[in-house]
């Protein structure tokens, strides 16, 4: 299954794991496939992508809730405790 296609299959914390493991996974076999290669650049991608979308039509044509305010700041901690967990 490719690693996009993961994405689809999220429903538990088990799945999220499993997706950011296969991400890792395709990160090393597939470097020339990654549009960024330095995390900063990796992470300056993901604020302009967020930055950039219209996040209501992504939600519906997705079939997503919109993320409140909590959402998002889980997200930032999720972002932030790769640069201090280890």
Not at 22 to 36: G, I, V
Request: aromatic share 12%.
């Amino acid at each position: 299954m490719d690693v996009e296609d993961k994405i689809e299959n999220i429903k538990t914390k088990r799945d999220f794991i499993d997706f950011l493991n296969a991400l890792s996974k395709d990160r090393c076999e597939n470097e020339n496939e990654w549009a960024n290669q330095a995390v900063e650049d990796y992470l300056e991608s993901v604020a302009s992508w967020v930055e950039d979308m219209d996040i209501e039509s992504y939600c519906k044509s997705n079939n997503l809730s919109m993320p409140n305010n909590e959402s998002w700041r889980f997200i930032a901690e999720l972002f932030y405790v790769g640069k201090i967990y280890e």
